[in-house]
């Protein structure tokens, strides 16, 4: 059996680590950063993802998973090595590629065997050829080291599930050795029933960040028809019932609402952008800068209906805000580009006094957003607010008691802006609901009445 090593232990790596020792395979996990090897070493996982400390420990436990700092480890012990090393957003859009550049100039010297190269990491189309081409110039004579990519889909959240049940492998590949090897690796029990695409190294890059494009522009579609409902007076909700009806269009993705953010779909829709105006394709993917638009005019649209609220209403002196969710989407605690705590920044800025509560995320959200003020439940974010927002769904939002919120709140006004609450418990609390793309009954007859 193989040994395998796993270069860059983030999200990505860590999780692919583990789902490979519980295939069988021993594993070497390498990173740069002491602090997490150490972690993951003790069988910690230095971020929220369910599922993955238990999985993480038991192969520490069973000795089939390893961690170091050391690349010359790696080298030595693994015969394929998994780069999952990060490619953030430079300053112009494109991708950062300096680490997967770093990994390749410390690991091909070392290498003293042959060895198979697999990127995992999402690139600009072209990377692996040039990885090819500098691994050759970095290698001992005598020894033969192919690149192959393979693509990782998984969802932060569902890591664990969609590494051990993926929906699809794709193998970019340049020779039939790495095939032969890389349907090996996956052999059992991943494969079994799984579609396998096997294709050339450039496809196999296209396919990840065209994938994430493709998704980024299903949520922009239906938040386009959000805007156009609200405008129209229809309801987004149950045309995107009626859409999803369509196999051919499919359920999933069309929630409107905050739009999308994270770690990967706003960062690879522009890093396609850069690299096809690279290739001097910039044409092809122009509507993919629409995309961006109407996603960034969904935090405006919140942002700008909050204030409106707030205006309204007898706080605005010192208008409180409360704000459910920092995480960019429930069950993570990743608020990279996250919709929720940029809402929460910019109505800071505002003048706003904004508190956020978040299940897990809020340690995160506190060192980016330290000026933000953050409560231990949502009860105590409530308190005394003037407008109550929904910015990521996490489920505990859905059993919230209304009547007992309504009794903390200052001004009893809720703006769903993820789409999922039952607007009827709300509204017969005596909430003021509102939702993107929907239009409702704002007060119940008991309100007008009342008020
Ligand atoms: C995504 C891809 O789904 C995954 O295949 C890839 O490997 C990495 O990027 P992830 O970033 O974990 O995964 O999150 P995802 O579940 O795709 O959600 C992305 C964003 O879209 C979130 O902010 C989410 O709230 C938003 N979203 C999703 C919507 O606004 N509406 C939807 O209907 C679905």
Wanted: aromatic residues 6%; proline residues 6%.
């Amino acid at each position: 059996m193989v040994t395998i090593s796993v270069i860059g232990t983030g999200y990505l790596g860590a999780t692919h680590a583990a789902g490979m020792a519980e295939l069988g395979f021993d594993v070497i996990g390498v990173d740069t950063d002491p602090v997490k090897i150490r972690a993951l070493a003790g069988g910690e996982v230095p971020f929220h993802e369910p599922g993955l400390p238990e999985l993480l420990r038991r192969h520490v436990q069973t000795g089939r998973l390893r961690f170091t700092t050391s690349m010359a480890q790696a080298a030595a012990e693994a015969d394929l090595h998994f780069v999952c090393v990060g490619t953030p957003q430079s300053l112009t859009g494109a991708a950062d590629l300096s680490a997967v550049h770093a990994v390749i100039a410390e690991l091909a010297p070392l290498l003293r065997r042959n060895a198979l190269v697999v990127g995992k990491s999402t690139v600009p189309v072209g990377t692996a050829e040039q990885l090819t081409r500098r691994i050759a110039s970095l290698i001992q004579p005598g020894i033969a080291v192919e690149v192959a990519w393979n693509p990782e889909f998984l969802r932060e959240g569902h890591a664990v599930h969609d590494t051990l049940h993926p929906n699809r492998l794709v193998f970019g590949c340049a020779g039939p050795s790495a095939e032969w090897l890389l349907r090996e690796v996956y052999a059992r029990p991943i494969a079994d029933g799984v579609p396998v695409v096997v294709t050339d190294l450039a496809t196999a890059e296209l396919v990840k960040v065209s994938a994430n494009a493709f998704l980024a522009t299903k949520i922009s579609f239906i938040n386009a028809m959000a805007e156009l409902c609200e405008a129209a007076g229809a309801d987004v909700l149950t045309l995107a019932r009626a859409l999803g009806h369509d196999e051919r269009i499919g359920a999933q993705f069309l929630g409107a609402g905050l739009g999308y953010g994270g770690g990967c779909l706003p960062k690879d829709v522009r890093a396609l952008i850069a690299r096809a105006d690279e290739l001097g394709s910039g044409e092809s993917v122009a509507f993919l800068r629409g995309v961006e638009e109407i996603n960034q005019r969904r935090r405006d649209r919140i942002v700008a209906e909050a204030l409106e609220v707030l205006r309204g209403g007898p706080g605005w002196r010192a208008g409180r805000v409360a704000v459910l969710g920092a995480a960019f989407k429930p069950h993570s605690d990743d608020v990279r580009d996250s919709p929720a705590l940029e809402v929460a920044q910019r109505l800071h800025r505002a003048g706003a006094l904004v508190t956020v509560y978040d299940p897990v995320a809020a340690v995160r959200a506190r060192s980016v957003a330290p000026q933000l003020r953050y409560a231990a439940n949502p009860h105590v974010a409530c308190r005394k607010a003037d407008v109550v927002l929904h910015l990521t769904e996490w489920p505990e939002f859905g059993s919230l008691d209304p009547v007992r919120l309504r009794a903390i709140v200052r001004n009893p006004v809720l703006i769903d802006a993820r789409n999922t609450l039952d607007a009827a418990r709300w509204l017969a609390a005596g909430w003021e609901f509102r939702r993107p793309g929907t239009v409702l009954p704002l007060v119940t007859q008991d309100r007008v009445a009342a008020g």
